[in-house]
């Protein structure tokens, strides 16, 4: 299993940036497909970010072109940066395996508003 804590969210206005930092454990961590879900109040978790062993991305529509994930394997860390960001990403923002495999982390907070 991998652990998972993320870190990174916080307050920002309406298209502001913010990075998301995904520090995993474990060693397999280099072959796994990575993703960045996110939960907003009354909904259900939704994968918005996800990347594969060998560094190919996808993105929910919702977020394309404005959000990007990236991975450093030598450090067991997944990011998620995300620009010009809306009020509707407001969401605790979650990483785990794709399909997810490990138990939940805390999450980050993330809230856009002015």
């Known amino acids: 299993q991998v652990q998972l804590v993320e870190s990174g969210g916080g307050l920002v206005q309406p298209g502001g940036s913010l990075r998301l930092s995904c520090a995993a454990s474990?060693?397999?961590?280099?072959?796994?497909?990575m993703g960045w879900y996110r939960q907003a109040p009354g909904k259900q978790r939704e994968l918005v970010a996800s990347?594969?062993?060998?560094?190919?991305?996808n993105y929910g529509e919702d977020v394309k072109g404005r959000f990007g994930i990236s991975r450093v394997n030598a450090k067991n860390t997944v990011y998620l940066r995300m620009n010009s960001l809306k009020p509707e990403d407001t969401a605790v923002y979650y990483c785990?395996?794709?399909?997810?495999?490990?138990?939940w982390g805390p999450g980050t907070q993330v809230t856009v508003s002015s």
């Open positions: 474990g060693s397999m961590f280099s072959i796994n497909d």
């Open positions: 990347i594969t062993r060998g560094g190919s991305t």
């Open positions: 785990n395996q794709v399909p997810p495999r490990s138990a």
